[in-house]
C-alpha cells in the first residue's frame, strides 16, 4: 500500500505527504502494453496478484475495504504495485447501503465494480475488493472487463485457450456473481480457489503470505509463484 511520509493538520484542513511512484500507475501502463500488441505474461500477472491480495488483507485486518480497487489506483514504482487512493474506503464492520439516487461512477471504475453495486441495496465490502482484484488481473492480461448485467456467470470476452487453466479458475474465484461465494473462495463448481487450500479466501491469502516470507530468502532477486 502507499503510505503517508508525513501529515499536517489544521482546523480546515488536513495535508498528506505521499511517496512519489516513479512509473505511473497500472492503467497507463496497461495501455502502452495493449498499444504495442502485448499483454502481461501470467507470471506477472501472478506477482501483481499477490501484491494486491496482500495489501487488500492487511487493511481487511485493519477492519477497512477499499471499495475503489482498480488500474488507475494500482501506482508503479521500481516493478512494483502499490495500492493507492483510500478515499472510499469503508468499515468492513457493517455493509454499505446504496442511495437511491447516487451518482453513476466514473465509467472506466465500473468494469471494477462488483455486480452486486448495481442490483442491490446493501452490499458488504469485503467481496466487493475481491471481485475488483480479479477484474484487474483480467484487464491486464485480457484488456477487456466482464459483462456485469449478465446473471449467469463470469462473462470472457475472448478465447479461454488463450489463458491457463490455472488463472480462469482464479478468475472464476474472485468474479463468481456470488458474493457469498466469492467471499469463502468457494466457485458454483469446479476446484477451489488453490488445490492445496481448504477453507475461506482469507486463508489461502494467509498461505501465499507465508510463502512469500519464506521464499524472500532462497528466491534470487524474485517471488515465488501464486499458486
Known sequence: MVLPLAWEQDERRSMLVL????????????????ADGRAMCEEDARKLAGRLLRATVLLHELGW?????????????????????????KPTSRPVVRRARQAMPNPRAVNFMAPERFRQSVVHVKPCDVWAIGACILAVLT???????????????FQAGTLSAECLNFLGQSMDFDPDRRANGRPASGPPLARRTRGSARSFVR?????????????????????
Do not use: Y
Open 19 to 34: 511517496p512519489l511512484m516513479n512509473c505511473g500507475d497500472l492503467l497507463d501502463d496497461t495501455r502502452k502494453r495493449f
Open 65 to 89: 475495504g477499499h471499495m475503489d480497487i482498480k488500474l488507475e489506483n494500482v501506482l508503479l514504482h521500481d516493478g512494483e504495485a502499490f495500492l493507492a487512493d483510500f478515499g472510499h474506503a
Open 143 to 157: 484488456g477487456t472487463g466482464v459483462d456485469v448485467s449478465r446473471p449467469d456467470g463470469l462473462v470472457l470476452p
Open 207 to 227: 498461505q501465499q503470505l507465508r510463502r512469500r516470507q519464506r521464499g524472500r530468502g532462497s528466491a534470487a532477486g524474485g517471488q515465488p509463484r501464486l499458486e
